[in-house]
């Protein structure tokens, strides 16, 4: 508290003077360019030995006064309306003429964000916590709110290993729309209501993420639990109604016991009215199987994958257990269908969609073919393979999840405390 830091406008005087605050006399200066002559001083900024300069030029330097001289040097190119340190003095962040925000890391020397307003901030400001930053802005009376986002996300905290951002960012700034704006946004929200239904929601938006299929859940379900479905609702056997009865019934004596007497022949004409059995739908394509392929296997065969699932998915819950047992040795072929019945769900799990209907698909097919599968060395190696992939990607959604979910916690946490 005993120095005054002083800055001028004038471009001879591109440095910072520092002055005896009791005896006001002149200690020393820090130039802050190289030369004689540099651009004119605007603004500065202080925290604790540290003192940011803007140039007109567009530079911002930073001077130490323990070491006397100038430790960091950013250029923006255009000259900055204000300049706010982080609580900690890690960031430096500065509000640009032409509606930028830049944000340093002056540990790391380098530029971390960098975004645009549609109105320039004229001024901004850390909170306490560095949870937040406010901005104001031009034509505006309202205080802008900004959550830290290198809060939430530890890979941020390594500026060094990610690259700076190589154009800025354009953010919308909230507020009450222009005339203009208000009748476009309605007239989008119009058309977003008129948007064709072939746009469907079952693509993923990313390819780490898994998207659900379009069907309800009550069949995936029953094609998962097929068995049990069966059981419930198994008929019951109406009981059965009583013979003829001839109307001299015949008896037999037992001694001096009468006793009734089935009919003659009665065990002949019973074996006789047995209408012959008709063969199981099972049964019939095992009989066909030599003379033409199953749909699923000629789709498996010819590796056409996205075919073989649209036929899956068009079936009932009986026809997908049949045509996933009806592939390999046990429809009178090889392991080679098993194989491309893996690559296939590999293929979809790659594609991450239709997440659930692939997951009953594929336990279905394990529960089906899991001895063939234990008993080939090929088959393993393949199992091996879809296992990772799909290990992989639910670890990836799994750590997204959790980022998610610390975000929330952080939100929650840094705004009851501010």
């Known amino acids: 508290n005993a120095q005054v830091v002083s800055i001028a406008s004038h471009p001879k005087e591109c440095c910072l003077k520092l002055w005896n605050l009791g005896s006001h006399e ?79 890391d002056l540990p790391a020397a380098r530029c971390i964000d960098s975004f645009i307003f549609a109105q320039p901030a004229m001024g901004l400001c850390f909170s306490p916590s560095g949870a937040f930053l406010m901005t104001t802005h031009a034509k505006n009376n309202s205080i802008q709110v900004w959550a830290n986002k290198f809060l939430f996300d530890p890979s941020l905290s390594a500026p060094l ?11 919308e700034e909230p507020g009450p729309p222009e005339e203009g704006a208000a009748e476009e946004s309605n007239d989008e929200m ?13 693509t993923p938006l990313d390819i780490s993420l898994l998207t659900l299929s379009d069907v309800p859940p009550a069949k995936v379900l029953a094609t998962l639990h097929l068995d049990l479905v069966k059981e419930r609702n198994k ?40 209408p012959a059995q008709r063969p199981s739908l099972f ?27 649209e ?21 009178s072929g090889d392991d080679l269908e098993l194989q491309e019945g893996l690559k296939f769900f590999l293929h979809h799990v790659t594609q991450s969609h239709f997440a659930d209907e692939v997951q009953a698909y594929l336990s279905l097919f394990l529960a089906a073919h899991g001895e063939e599968i234990a008993a080939s060395k090929e088959l393993q190696a393949l ?26 916690g952080m939100l929650t946490q840094t705004q009851s405390q501010w």
């Open 235 to 274: 008929l019951k056997e109406p009981p059965k109604p009583l013979p003829n009865a001839p109307f001299f019934l015949p008896t037999a004596h037992e001694g001096v016991t009468p006793r009734f007497a089935a009919p003659l022949g009665e065990e002949e004409n019973d074996a006789a009215m047995e």
């Open 190 to 202: 119009e058309d977003d209501h008129i948007t064709p239904l072939g746009q469907s929601s079952t």
């Open 311 to 331: 036929f899956l998915k068009s079936q009932t819950p009986s026809g997908v257990h049949l045509a996933l047992e009806q592939i390999g040795p046990m429809a």
């Open 383 to 408: 199992c091996a393979e879809l296992a990772t992939a799909q290990e992989n990607k639910w670890s990836s959604l799994n750590t997204r999840c959790q980022k998610a979910r610390c975000f929330l």
């Open 26 to 104: 002149f200690l020393e200066q820090i130039m802050l360019v190289k030369g004689k002559q540099g651009p004119s001083c605007s603004l500065m900024r202080s925290f604790g030995a540290l003192f940011a300069v803007c140039l007109g030029d567009g530079s911002l330097p930073v001077a130490d006064l323990n070491s006397k001289s100038v430790v960091r040097t950013f250029h923006c190119g255009v000259p900055a309306t204000d300049l706010a340190f982080a609580p900690d003095g890690r960031w430096l962040a500065a509000t640009l003429c032409d509606g930028g925000l830049r944000v340093f």
């Open 283 to 309: 049964e019939e394509l095992t009989a066909k199987a030599d003379v033409a392929s199953l749909p699923f296997q000629t789709m498996l065969r010819k590796q056409r994958y996205d075919k073989a699932l």
């Open 161 to 171: 290993l990610r690259p700076e951002p190589a154009a800025p960012i354009n953010v």
